[in-house]
């Protein structure tokens, strides 16, 4: 499948005259806990020729490409992705740390993955995380019984606010990493550890009954960051002037062309 995600990859490039910086796995597959029929969820960031970038008309900064069933494909700009960094965007933060990576072409995968080091907004990202988490919750895991599969949803978000907590850095992207860490009581462990196993080997975990001991887990966090994440400062603003260094510097590499 990896081969098949190169060659769309580079389709792409050559269709649409772009290159390709990073393309990574986001989702369950990055997670570590994919089902049977999880699809492939490719994110890449991308660049333009410099010409694209000299109008005044707004342009499209997405490229979407639903292949099929089992694969979906969608990448940013490399001036939306800049701007979205800047903000601390966990999404983009999540495509830096996924453990499978598809292309990482040039320099600019790097170059982020060191800025994101310096530069990364704690406040901004447990609000993301919290939000996600709460939002599946409600979602998902109301009633006596619940799909099962959803708590990983609400956990793996719950779990990356601990984290950000405990170690001041951005948070892993694989569930397992963040479970060994950040769980300590051996009960609720054990129970989590079980749904992961089940998960990972293929079973189709469906609706049964609530997990009392992880829904009151999750409901103390909620109340616990909820308080936390208003006390936090919002850390140091990334200086405009680098990223326009950075956005400069990568389209004069991929496309050999002198911006001075």
């Known amino acids: ?139 998902h895991l109301q009633g006596s019984t619940v799909n099962t599969k959803k708590y990983f949803y609400v956990l793996r978000p719950i779990l990356a606010c601990s984290w950000i907590e405990d170690k001041k850095t951005l948070p892993p992207v694989e569930f397992d990493k963040l479970l060994d860490s950040q769980v300590d009581d051996q009960e609720l462990y054990s129970r989590i550890a079980e749904l992961l196993k089940r998960k990972k080997s293929g079973v189709e975990l469906d609706v049964e009954e609530r997990i009392y001991s992880i829904h009151n887990y999750l409901e103390e966090q909620f109340v616990y960051y909820k308080n936390y994440v208003k006390d936090l400062e919002d850390g140091e603003r990334l200086e405009l002037l680098i990223l326009d260094g950075l956005f400069r510097d990568t389209i004069k590499e991929c496309w050999d062309v002198d911006l001075h």
């Not at 410099?50 to 979407?64: G, T």
């Not at 701007?83 to 933060?93: A, G």
């Not at 598809?102 to 609000?127: G, P, T, V």
């Open 1 to 139: 499948m990896k081969d098949k995600i190169i060659l769309k990859l580079k389709e792409i490039e050559k269709d649409e005259n772009v290159k390709i910086l990073f393309a990574v796995e986001s989702g369950s597959r990055a997670w570590g806990f994919p089902s049977k029929d999880s699809d492939y969820d490719v994110r890449f960031v991308y660049v333009r020729p410099l010409e694209w970038y000299l109008s005044i008309d707004d342009k499209r900064e997405v490229l979407e490409y639903p292949i099929d069933d089992l694969l979906d494909i969608s990448g940013w700009d490399l001036k939306k992705a800049l701007s979205l960094f800047r903000k601390s965007n966990p999404s983009l933060i999540e495509w830096l740390k996924s453990p499978i990576i598809y292309l990482d072409q040039y320099s600019f995968m790097e170059k982020l993955i060191n800025l994101s080091k310096e530069y990364y907004s704690l406040k901004a990202s447990i609000y993301h995380y919290l939000n996600m988490a709460s939002f599946n919750y409600k979602k």
